[in-house]
T-cell receptor, first 112, second 112 residues
Framework: SQTIHQWPATLVQPVGSPLSLECTVEGTSNPNLYWYRQAAGRGLQLLFYSVGIGQISSEVPQNLSASRPQDRQFILSSKKLLLSDSGFYLC???????????FGQGTRLTVV | TQLLEQSPQFLSIQEGENLTVYCNSSSVFSSLQWYRQEPGEGPVLLVTVVTGGEVKKLKRLTFQFGDARKDSSLHITAAQPGDTGLYLCAVLYSGGYNKLIFGAGTRLAVHP
């Protein structure tokens, strides 16, 4: 069966520090991968999605970037965090043939 | 403007009441999904509707896709505290139908 791992679960980082969040999927190949950010009590804002290795589509131009160095690995990064980067970050995958998306447990990021 | 408009934004009711939440758009979709999210976790798929006018039932939850495939509703009969959560609608949109977009959600609280 397929599983998705996202870490860390919580993170407190100072303003101006770098960020690296990692997401890996097991049990499937060539998944579509997604990074979302969720403000408290709000919906999911699509940040990046990827349909294959090295293919990244950016939805929100800001100081975040994403990379997909391997088929089942999706990384969200920042060189210098801002206070406004705080939030709940969710990674998701879906099979390109089906509509259902499966989410990781999320990372609660607090920038102080 | 949001691609998907969900209403109401918040709903607080007593156990046993009925409720309906809505997901509206000016765009036509080939399918629409409903997810439920509990605090600190990723969303989980409830249902996917595909055909205009389609009605799907999941125990006390009834989902309907509009005839024109632009909107959807979720009706809960005899709500229970376990129904508490954030209800999100989502569609695959553009980007080769790989971009998974969510509405802002309806936050439901059911009180005993």
């Amino acid at each position: 069966s397929q599983t998705i791992h996202q870490w860390p679960a919580t993170l407190v980082q100072p303003v101006g520090s770098p960020l690296s969040l990692e997401c890996t999927v097991e049990g499937t190949s060539n998944p579509n991968l997604y990074w979302y950010r969720q403000a408290a009590g709000r919906g999911l804002q699509l940040l990046f999605y990827s349909v294959g290795i090295g293919q990244i589509s950016s939805e929100v131009p800001q100081n975040l970037s994403a990379s997909r160095p391997q088929d089942r690995q999706f990384i969200l990064s920042s060189k210098k965090l801002l206070l406004s980067d705080s939030g709940f970050y969710l990674c998701a995958w879906r099979d390109g043939l089906n509509t259902e998306a499966f989410f990781g447990q999320g990372t609660r990021l607090t920038v102080v | 403007t949001q691609l998907l408009e969900q209403s109401p934004q918040f709903l607080s009711i007593q156990e046993g009441e009925n409720l309906t939440v809505y997901c509206n758009s000016s765009s036509v979709f080939s399918s629409l999904q409903w997810y439920r999210q509990e605090p600190g976790e990723g969303p989980v798929l409830l249902v996917t509707v595909v055909t205009g006018g389609e009605v799907k039932k999941l125990k006390r939850l009834t989902f309907q896709f509009g005839d024109a495939r632009k909107d959807s509703s979720l009706h809960i009969t005899a709500a229970q505290p376990g129904d508490t959560g954030l209800y999100l609608c989502a569609v695959l949109y553009s980007g080769g139908y790989n971009k998974l977009i969510f509405g802002a959600g309806t936050r439901l609280a059911v009180h005993p």
